[in-house]
């Protein structure tokens, strides 16, 4: 296992609009990394980023946090893909694909050019489909490109779940799996709270399978309904995109929900999806493969096939 020993952990921060500069926010807060640098084409707002955010640092930990550009990530741990076209109210995750893909071209390759030899992050949308393609742009090994995946829409689960039965969203054990999007789910029939099965919880507390499908619906659309009062969503997806950087720096091997590279796993390969996986100082260090029911596993297949073919159609339209 490989260990981050450096004394000056390093993460470049490509994207500094609503999710980078919260992301950046996150960081500060949370102590993470001794130098960040972030990466825009807006040259100026990353300098006033920049000058921003070290105000921090008398309340929270030293760091260096300056302006730069690709070239820096050549010496750095984790570079964090955050830049892309915002969703807008009306738009799907998947309506992005055309547009972000054409922008994550352009970023991937002077970065891996730069000589970085470490883990790429990708938090724009559709994050699957980004994900994937920043493993073909970059060649890097599965195991270093990591997407956000699921973990915001499993964050948004939990607190759902933690608020109708009336417990800490953290003692909520309950994953969202599949697409960040439209096609995902929640895979109740493993879920439990405080070891105990989700689904008797819900039957003694008189929760029906109704209430409970609505608390699905609501997760997968959550997104739409901040986005139309508020023009976009970044505090929750920035404090996952913190939790995911300190799994790497901090070498923690946490089991996180996130998009990962399979290799069988729910009998998928080829793709990126949100599922449950081992998070350390090597990246993906594992899948931890949910058992799910069969209308679990129909959906699984449905949202990946859904991926794969937007995948395949937008790739195409680059070439």
Known sequence: MAVLSK???KVVLVGDGAVGSAYAFALMQQGLAEELVIVDVVKERTEGDALDLEDA?????????????????KDADLVVITAGAPQKPGETRLDLVNKNLKILSSIVKPIVDSGFDGIFVVAANPVDILTYATWKFSGFPKEKVIGSGTSLDTSRLRVALGKKFNVDPRNVEAYILGEHGDSEFAAYAEATIGSKPLLTIAKEQGVSDDELATIEDETRHKAYEIINRKGATYYGVATALMRITRAILRDENAVLPVGAALNGEYGL??????????????????????PLSDSEKDQMAKSAETLKQVTKDGLAALD
């Open 7 to 9: 004394f000056n952990q």
């Open 269 to 290: 390969d080829d793709i990126f999806i949100g599922t449950p996986a081992i998070i350390n100082a090597d990246g993906l260090a594992g899948v931890i493969e949910i």
């Open 57 to 73: 640092q008398a309340f929270t930990a030293p760091k260096v946090v300056r302006s730069g550009d690709y070239s820096d990530a």
